[in-house]
């Protein structure tokens, strides 16, 4: 191999099998690819090509730090079969892709000559900043195009999980709630509770279905949801970092919000009456989002083992949306082979 700006040149009869077989690199002539230095490892490794210099994978890390990780994401994403082009090389050919994206993969039975890509790649470190706006804004442009959103995160020990992203919006059937239940419902007698809720002795009348939790023939609110009742402005707030804000939304979607606790989430949210189904959707406040991508691994994983989504609300053009993160189908996660 030769180095040249933008990466490694490979040439011979094993370059043109390289790109017909596997879609490595970017083919430069019949019998030409350039690599960069993740592809270059990856076929020192699994296509059995030889690097140039012995000090050649120190000198590569030390003008990129992140090569042994780019280089496992890469191997957990072929290692199955994928074909992977880099956005660089896929801009080159005139692909549209997110200027965020790191890469397209393609499946194992098909290629960049005469498919589609299935999806558009981003990875991280877990311990790197976890961008909720940045992420749903990839997601909103990578969705346009019919592509998956995916993201691989790799830890300290080099192990891989992948997770897909997308927008969500839960939708329920019951009825949405108003100016009119909340003047209704502020006009109750009820009882103050340490906590910062309170207690109404009397429901015989009670408007809203979505507000409160039955107790002992009466209903209990929380602190949150108290101060949607005594804030006679709250519908119609423009504070979208309180966690009101979003709660009002929720009910507006005729879902029924109850404490996620018991999950690491604010709210578990059913799409009808409690007891009819389990409750699909985790969410958590405005200002709640985890601060790095291994709190949010946790999140989503935890989610997912109860059989559940883990959504996050972003405000996006004067409205509440909500961004998911989530465990892919057993058949597209992607990780890295067990090497002793």
């Known amino acids: 191999m030769e180095y040249t700006k933008g ?15 596997s879609a490595i690199g970017f083919q430069l002539g019949q019998n030409s690819v350039l690599l960069s230095d993740a592809e270059a490892l990856f076929c020192s490794i699994h296509r059995g090509i030889e690097i140039p210099e012995s000090m050649w994978l120190e000198n590569c ?55 589609e890509a299935v999806s558009e790649i981003r990875w991280f470190h877990s311990s790197e900043s976890f961008d909720k706006n940045d992420l749903f804004d990839w997601s909103n442009r990578v969705q346009e195009s019919g592509r998956i959103c995916e993201i691989l995160v790799i830890d300290d020990e080099n192990s891989v999980v992948t997770y897909r992203i997308m927008i969500c919006e839960p939708r329920g059937v019951l009825s949405s709630f108003s100016e009119s239940d909340r003047l ?58 309180l966690p009101s804000s979003v709660l009002i939304d929720l009910w507006n979607r005729g879902l029924h919000a109850r404490p996620g606790f018991k999950y ?16 699909p959707w ?16 946790l999140s989503s994983r935890l989610a997912s083992g109860v059989n559940k989504q883990w959504i996050i609300p972003i405000r996006s053009r004067s409205v509440w949306s909500y961004l998911e993160v989530a465990r892919p189908p057993p058949d597209s996660r992607w990780s890295n082979p067990n090497r002793n």
């Open 7 to 21: 990466g490694w040149i490979y040439e011979g009869k094993a370059a043109s099998r390289l790109w017909a077989k």
């Open 264 to 279: 690491g989430a604010r709210w578990r949210c059913y799409a009808g009456a409690i007891g009819d189904q389990h409750a």
């Open 184 to 241: 209704a419902i502020s006009k109750m007698d009820y009882v103050s509770l340490g906590n910062g809720g309170a207690f109404f002795p009397d429901t015989n009348h009670w408007p809203s279905e979505v507000v409160g939790i039955p107790l002992l023939n009466g209903r209990q609110l929380d602190s949150c949801e108290m101060s949607i009742i005594q804030d006679r402005d709250s519908l119609r707030s423009a504070d979208t970092k």
């Open 282 to 297: 985790l969410v958590i406040g405005p200002q709640e989002a985890p601060d790095d991508w291994g709190g949010a691994c």
């Open 61 to 115: 890390i030390g003008n990129n730090s992140g090569l042994l990780q780019e280089f496992t994401v890469l191997e957990a994403l072929r290692y199955p079969g994928n074909k992977i082009m880099l956005s660089k090389n896929a801009s080159k050919t005139g692909r549209v892709v997110d200027g965020r994206s790191w890469g397209l993969r393609w499946s194992s039975d098909s290629h960049p000559e005469r498919d």
